[in-house]
């Protein structure tokens, strides 16, 4: 069975500041893994994937994810928060190489607020 | 291109009564997915449609709820007669192929009263 642990359901930092959310995983083969936004009265939009190879992983909007096997850990991060980024994101994991949605198990969210 | 559409956005019903969620997928997108947030919680897959055939129900919480997707193009789930723990959202997805990118529609918020 495989489960996502997001830290923190709100995280709140200032415009211009380090955006850091965390995600560890637990699987028992090798994951997928997949950071989703949902902005408001938006449907969820993917913003990068970890499939295999390089563990850091570039998205949209300045984002970036690092797979860190040793930790179990999946963290998105972006040097300098916008008050465009103020949204719900999601981090979610699948253990079939396919990495169909079929498979993915989602962590419960983290509410991102930009302060001015 | 258009996206996942869902229809409605917001549903405000009352216990015991029916409500259908529609689902159009992106053209060409033979799978379709169903997933649900209840308040709080994480979301959950409900299940999977290849073309018109369910290949996966095995997250559907039980028997009053009922999807199809008559032609294989835009699904519907209905939920008879509703209960105050359906309230959530729904979420609907679409991918080309099984193992290509599946594309997330705005979902249907949904609350039972």
């Known amino acids: 069975a495989q489960s996502v642990t997001q830290l923190g359901s709100h995280v709140s930092v200032s415009e211009g500041a380090l955006v850091l959310l965390r995600c560890n995983y637990s699987?028992?083969?090798?994951?997928?893994l997949f950071w989703y936004v949902q902005y408001p009265n938006q449907g969820l939009q993917l913003l990068l994937k970890y499939t295999t190879g390089a563990t850091l992983v570039k998205g949209i909007n300045g984002f970036e994810a690092e797979f860190k096997k040793s930790e179990t850990s999946f963290h998105l991060t972006k040097p300098s928060a916008h008050m465009s980024d103020a949204a719900e994101y999601f981090c979610a994991v699948s253990d079939l190489k396919t990495g169909s949605a079929r498979q993915l198990t989602f962590g419960s969210g983290t509410q991102l607020t930009v302060l001015p | 291109e258009a996206g996942v559409t869902q229809f409605p956005s917001h549903s405000v019903i009352e216990k015991g009564q029916t409500v259908t969620l529609r689902c159009d997928p992106i053209s060409g997108h033979d799978n379709l997915y169903w997933y649900r947030r209840v308040m709080g919680k994480e979301i959950k897959f409900l299940l999977h449609f290849v073309k018109e055939s369910k290949q996966d129900e095995s997250g559907m919480p039980n028997n009053r709820f009922l999807a199809e997707r008559t032609g294989g193009t835009y699904s519907t789930l209905k939920v008879q007669p509703a209960e105050l723990e359906d309230s959530g959202v729904y979420f609907c997805?679409?991918?080309?192929?099984?193992?290509?990118?599946?594309?997330f529609g705005q979902g249907t918020r949904l609350t039972v009263v």
């Open positions: 997805a679409s991918s080309r192929t099984r193992n290509t990118e599946a594309f």
């Open positions: 699987s028992s083969v090798p994951p997928y």
